[in-house]
Structure formats: structure tokens, C-alpha cells
């Protein structure tokens, strides 16, 4: 769970970044999931530190979470866009999807490691 959190940081800080510059760097906004990555992969980082792995991995389960909320509506224009309306802002719609996607990932990947670790706990 740690290396998906630190991985999913890695991916999203890039995309970010990438997204950032090929923008032009016209909008702050566009780094926006360089941020959320920044948080999840410094929650990795902290997350090899086994007296602190529970509590982290609970925080990013929670940011993950947050992430989805707010991205989910690019994950809908994506959707729309695959059915022919094209977004106005295309490149903001291929961000939030990806973001929403990977956080769906690192959520769903975290729900299956709290299980198997209460189970491992019986």
C-alpha cells in the first residue's frame, strides 16, 4: 500500500508538472494534481515508518478520496466526450480523468490492504 500511495504520488506530481507546462503555464490550476501528489507521495515517504503507516495510510485513503470528489466532473466531460461532445477545456478533462482514475485505484487498492489486515489481525 505504501509503494501504490509513493507511486500514485510520483504519477500525479507529473502529471501536474506536465500538464503545467504543455498549458503554457497560463493557469496555476493545472498543477493541481502535482499537488495532491506532492501530498500522497510524502504520505508514502512517512508510510515506510511503521509506527506511522496505520495513521498515513488512513490520511490517504481520506486525500484520495477528497481527489476523486473533486475530479469526478472531468471524469464525466471525459465520458461525454468519448459519446462526441468535445470539452472546452480538453487537456483540464484528460487531467481530472486521470487523476479521478488513479485515486479510484489507490482507494480501491487501500480498502482491499485494510481488509487483509484486519483479517491477518483474527
Known amino acids: 500500500m505504501v509503494a501504490q500511495t509513493l507511486f500514485t504520488g510520483l504519477v500525479l506530481i507529473a502529471l501536474g508538472v506536465g500538464g503545467y ?17 506532492a501530498v500522497l507521495a510524502l504520505l508514502g515517504l512517512l508510510g515506510r515508518k511503521e509506527s506511522l503507516r496505520k495513521h498515513v495510510m488512513h490520511v490517504a485513503m481520506l486525500i484520495a478520496l477528497l481527489a476523486i470528489g473533486g475530479t469526478f466532473k472531468g471524469l464525466l ?8 461532445t468535445t470539452p472546452e477545456r480538453p487537456m483540464a478533462v484528460v487531467a481530472q480523468s486521470v487523476t479521478a482514475v488513479l485515486c479510484i485505484l ?17
Open 21 to 37: 507546462v504543455a498549458s503554457g503555464q497560463a493557469s496555476v490550476t493545472a498543477l493541481i494534481p502535482a499537488f495532491i501528489g
Open 77 to 84: 466531460g471525459a465520458v461525454s466526450w468519448l459519446g462526441g
Open 106 to 122: 489507490l482507494l480501491v487498492g487501500g480498502i482491499r490492504s485494510f481488509i487483509a489486515a484486519r483479517k491477518a489481525q483474527a
